[in-house]
């Protein structure tokens, strides 16, 4: 049986919300899947009311080919949104945000945690316009070693998508990182080359701060999307913590993917497989 793809999407109804659900559309329709609009309320006695609020949202959703429902749940954000995403089996979430006063602002002190930690891909999308399609990946890479399955995900991610993975790595001056940085580069585009992923293999110039190199790439190549999957970024160093707020809020407003995934989770995530769509 075929698992219909998910995209749950947070919405607070202000503008970035609008461009989180023109992503999910883009993606939707891409995967042929479905959009499930959410907002989450204080009171139980507030979640008809927003049903109604949402209504319009759903149907222009709906009427542009897409199949969309709206959820509306009362309870905290940041136990809600992986709640229902767990129980709706979602796939995907696209929440927009201000930048990196806005994350706080919208989810509160905590907000890079349920971002990060969550099970279940995130993109987290500005005001920024949604391309037409997501023709550049940059996917940074630095000395963690890269796993087959991040390499699957990012190469059948970019099949789906049509797109070329930028390959970004930071320049690291000491002989043994240097050999085990070109170790892992060696390895992700020679898997990126089997599966007929079209590649740029890109080694920073600079040394210093390289969420700030990774950004200044990215725009330079016109980045549709910046694919956080290596596992530095999960570290309990707080210097790691700030690389990685410094990406997903960049001030570029490219979107960007967060992802942590169990393999069960991608064995059962078309996004994420080689199956035929």
């Known amino acids: 049986m075929e698992t219909t793809y998910k995209i749950l999407i947070p919405t607070d109804f202000s503008s970035v919300a609008i461009t989180a659900i023109s992503h999910a559309k883009k993606i939707a329709t891409i995967m042929k899947g479905q959009i499930i609009v959410l907002h989450v309320v204080e009171k139980d006695s507030q979640i008809e009311g927003t049903h109604k609020k949402l209504k319009p949202i759903v149907d222009e959703i709906i009427a542009s080919g897409i199949k969309a429902e709206s959820k509306v749940v009362a ?12 129980i709706m089996e979602v796939q995907l979430i696209i929440m927009g945000t201000h930048g990196r006063r806005g ?3 919208l989810v509160g002190s905590y907000a890079m945690k349920i971002i990060t930690n969550s099970a279940i891909p995130f993109i987290v999308v500005q005001d920024k316009r949604v391309p037409e399609k997501y023709s550049n990946i940059v996917f940074p890479i630095d000395l963690s070693a890269e796993t087959k399955l991040k390499l699957e995900m990012t190469a059948s991610m970019a099949k789906h998508l049509g797109s070329t993975v ?10 043994f ?34 969420s700030k190199q990774c950004i200044h790439y990215s725009v330079s190549v016109d980045a549709d999307l910046i694919a956080i999957i290596n596992l530095n970024y999960r570290s309990l160093n707080p210097l790691f ?4 707020e410094a990406l997903i809020t960049n001030e570029a407003q490219i979107p960007v993917l967060t992802v942590n995934p169990t393999k069960d989770f991608t064995e059962k995530n078309p996004m994420y497989n080689n199956r035929t769509l």
Do not use: R, T
């Not at 930028?166 to 002989?175: G, T």
């Open 103 to 105: 994350i706080q602002h």
């Open 177 to 210: 990182n240097k050999k085990a940085m070109d170790a892992n580069v060696a390895h992700a585009k020679k898997y990126f080359i089997q599966q007929n992923v079209p590649l740029v293999v890109k080694i920073s110039d600079e040394d210093g701060d390289f």
């Open 241 to 244: 913590k700030q690389d990685e």
């Open 166 to 175: 930028h390959i970004f790595a930071a320049k690291d001056n000491d002989p």
């Open 75 to 86: 309870g905290d954000f940041l136990k809600q949104v992986p709640l229902v995403a767990e």
